[in-house]
């Protein structure tokens, strides 16, 4: 009888490309001795969660209630991605960071109290996010933290500002909208009469730039979005610095945009073309138009960065006579 070999099972291949976030956690879940300290995770999450309830309802009356803040719901999805990014940088070694995440516990709960005395929101909400820092460095550790930081940071996003806050940033904002507008509107030959606020066209049409008008909600918007942009590119220092900075002008110069296509709106075609459907169309275009003007920074500062990394000098190549006098002798 012929004897029958098997062939030997070809050797397991380890796969070591970057694995995302959802990769990684269930490649952990899969190792039995890690389970025991998920499921530790999971219940201190959902005591957390429990702890901060008031916060979290919080945050969703802001969300629905506010036009302004309605972008709420988009961060922490937006934040989940970053982390999926930072995680397929490879796996970072998860060990207890006790002192960092007590100490971040610690001032979270201590802000949450002072929210009984002092009833803010807004304290309260930092709190949570800091606390969620905090338990996240107490779990995962402070080499973790350093991996992860950018995803709890942006988090910040989602929290609606105070309300005093709030309106002392939108008063010079609606003023300066009108002042610029109505400026650029005679400039262009189209007379315009400002009284405070309220503009006057031509045939008495009048035009009130409302505090939903002042541009704060593009301005939370697109500093988001430069700071993901500056996140995400590989570039120095400065040239993130610049793309951060540049969220400011942007929202002021798309804001200000929109108010004056309103105007020649109302003035050349009819009012009801500048209210309803057609106002909200009118800023989404303008918010593509601030896009634009972001994607053209953008490719600008890479021209100059090209232009200065072409500039720095390169070390020369050695000649072959010092290549040889550098070669240690082996023999005599």
Known sequence: MAALTEAPAPLAVK???????????????????????WYGAAICVV??????????WHFYYSWTTDENYSHGFLVAPIALYFADQAARRGPVSLRGGAGLGTTLLAVSVILSLLTIPLP??????????????????LLAGREALQRYWFAFLFLIFMVPLPVAVYSKLASPLQLLASQVASAVMNATGVPVLREGNHMTLPGGIQLFV????????QLTGF????????YLSRRPAWYRAIIIASGIPIALTANITRVM????????????????????????????????????ECWLLDQVHHLLSSEEPR?????????????????S
């Not at 796969?15 to 300290?37: E, F």
């Not at 500093?223 to 500056?230: M, N, S």
Request: charged content about 15%; overall charge negative; proline content about 7%.
């Open 223 to 230: 500093l988001a979005l430069t700071t993901a942009v500056a």
């Open 47 to 56: 005591l957390y969660l429990v702890y901060f309830r008031e916060v979290l």
């Open 315 to 331: 070390p020369e190549p050695e000649s072959s006579e010092s290549s040889a006098r550098a070669v240690p002798l082996g023999y």
């Open 261 to 296: 296509l309103t105007g020649y709106i109302m003035h050349f075609l009819d009012p009801e073309y500048a209210e309803g459907t057609f106002h909200t169309l009118e800023g989404l275009l303008l918010m593509g138009f601030g896009l634009l003007m972001l994607h053209a």
């Open 210 to 217: 409302a505090e939903a008008c002042s541009g704060m909600r």
């Open 120 to 137: 803010v929101p807004f304290v309260g909400q930092l709190a949570f996010l800091l606390g969620l820092t905090g338990l996240f460095g």
């Open 15 to 37: 796969d070591h490309s970057p694995q995302g976030l959802h990769g990684l956690i269930r490649q952990s879940l899969a190792d039995p001795a890690q389970r025991p300290g």
